[in-house]
């Protein structure tokens, strides 16, 4: 599996969650972030699609980060809906990078 597309695919969901909470709840703040971290998962994918080995770390890292904030949160409210999914498809994304990268 192609690690740069499983970026990219990871950063459009991410920024459409962040467009989601904001049209949803209107919080500036998801619409922000999810747009910050897409653009970086985004860029992450490219540079891994164009033979730039650091892409993949800097996607692991961002993923990382989304792994924990996503954790924080499920933990905080109990709902599945947005947090809880986010964060199965956060270490489902992490698991593949992982695979990829230290096997």
Do not use: H, N, W
């Not at 459409?16 to 860029?43: E, N, P, T, W, Y």
């Amino acid at each position: 599996m192609e690690i740069g597309i499983v970026l990219i695919v990871y950063g459009v969901i991410v920024t459409a969650g962040g467009a989601m909470g904001f049209r949803m709840a209107g919080s500036r703040v998801s619409l922000i972030m999810g747009c910050v971290s897409g653009l970086m998962l985004d860029l992450s994918g490219v540079m891994v699609l164009l033979g730039k080995t650091g892409g993949a770390y800097f996607g692991m890292g961002v993923t990382g980060a989304l792994v924990l904030v996503f954790a924080m949160r499920y933990a905080k409210t109990r709902k599945m809906m947005p947090a809880g999914m986010m964060l199965a498809v956060s270490v489902v994304v992490a698991a593949i990078l992982y695979a990829q990268l230290f096997s």
